[in-house]
């Protein structure tokens, strides 16, 4: 049986003591160690209970039917037998909110598929475009890189992203390729996007269910002609724009460091919602340089780290209990 909390209610004037009973909502949760540190923090999980939510851990050693009864179910985990034992479980309660369906979530671990609803969406407004750069997958023989990436057209340097992206820090190994011959260096299978300059500065925009927040953080300076066709060579680089990145409070170029317009980032999360059937994610954004209203969107993440976003905590549970209120609404509806 769910917890019911009970709340007492003085009211000073009449002196009358009321007893209401408030349903708490429980959120089950399956994540790694490493994920529970950075996004379980007692800030989160203080307002929480304060809201009449509260988490609780899920036994991977037991089925998940046995546990519970949960009104949502958060998870990142990776592995086949876990995919298979949620989907099972998302079919036989769909009472649950699972947060959120395993294949929408695999669907962005591959880095072919990963931006095929941006450029899909081909999004426009009267505050910018929003396009994904170009890229080419290569599963096989490196020595065939060359001539698939002529073929294609592409235009160096080119960005070298691991196709999978598994949670090892491997698969966040990127290599920037600087002319047509050393591409055979590069290991496949991996994607090759080409390289836009965007004055060193990414924009990551997290999003939760309708909520969204930016942050600056640096990234790879721009590459010029000159340098490029001097250079001859792959340059490898692990994660540049994590969170000790941070730019929000760098001295900037204001035409760089301006934050993509709200309403278009609003519009934009919204769709790619829908069309990826997501609600924790977050989506790395640049503006090309030179230019004041084209971006592209690079990469997404699944439920990335929101634990350094100041406030999540806030943004967080009222994401929760807005998922309970709206499932609430939607059962009650017709009933007279
Ligand atoms: N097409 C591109 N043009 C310019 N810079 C790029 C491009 N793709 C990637 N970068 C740079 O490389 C960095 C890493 O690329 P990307 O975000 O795709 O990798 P990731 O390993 O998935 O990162 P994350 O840690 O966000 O998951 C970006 O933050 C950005 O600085
Ligand atoms: O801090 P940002 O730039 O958002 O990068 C995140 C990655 O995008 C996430 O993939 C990491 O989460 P996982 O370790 O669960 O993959 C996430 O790990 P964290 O939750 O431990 O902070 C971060 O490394
Ligand atoms: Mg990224
Ligand atoms: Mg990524």
């Not at 609003?266 to 230019?291: C, K, P, T, V």
């Not at 806030?314 to 807005?322: G, I, P, R, V």
Request: proline fraction near 6%; glycine fraction near 4%; hydrophobic fraction near 40%.
């Amino acid at each position: 049986m769910r917890e019911e909390k009970r709340i007492e209610c003085k009211n000073d004037d009449v002196k009358e003591e009321k007893i209401a009973f408030e349903k708490i909502v429980v959120v089950g949760y399956a994540l790694t160690s490493k994920k529970i540190n950075s996004f379980l923090q007692p800030k989160l999980l203080t307002l929480a209970r304060s809201k009449g939510i509260s988490f609780v851990a899920i036994d991977q050693s037991r089925p998940l039917s046995d546990q519970g009864p949960f009104d949502i179910l958060l998870h990142k985990l990776s592995g086949k037998e876990w995919r298979k034992a949620l989907e099972d479980f998302r079919q036989m309660h769909p009472e649950v909110t699972v947060l959120d369906p395993p294949d929408a979530i695999q669907h962005l671990y591959n880095r072919q598929h990963m931006l095929q609803d941006v450029a899909d969406l081909n999004f426009s407004d009267a505050y910018g475009i929003v396009r994904s750069p170009r890229q080419l997958v290569i599963k096989k023989d490196p020595s065939s890189i060359p001539e698939a990436v002529s073929k294609a057209g592409l235009i160096l340097p080119l960005v070298a992203k691991p196709l999978v992206v598994d949670g090892t820090a491997k698969s966040h190994e990127l290599a920037l390729a600087y002319d047509q011959h050393s591409l055979q260096m590069l290991e496949t299978p991996l994607v090759l996007q080409e390289f836009v300059n965007h004055g060193g500065i990414l924009f990551k925009v997290f999003i939760i269910g309708e909520a969204i927040k930016v942050v600056r953080r640096f990234s790879l300076p721009d590459v010029s002609k000159q340098e490029w066709s001097k250079s001859a060579s792959v340059f490898r680089f692990p994660r540049v724009s994590c969170a000790a990145a941070t730019a929000d409070d760098a001295d900037l170029d204001p035409s760089i460091a301006e934050l993509p317009p709200q309403l278009l980032l609003e519009r934009l999360a919204q769709e790619l919602r829908h069309r990826l059937g997501l609600h924790l994610f977050n989506l790395d954004i640049i503006r090309e340089r030179g230019s004041k209203d084209r971006f592209y969107v690079i990469d997404i993440n699944y439920f990335p780290g929101y634990g350094k976003i100041p406030d999540y905590e806030h943004m967080f549970t009222d994401f929760l209990l807005s998922l309970v209120q709206s499932k609430y609404k939607t059962n009650s509806a017709g009933v007279c």
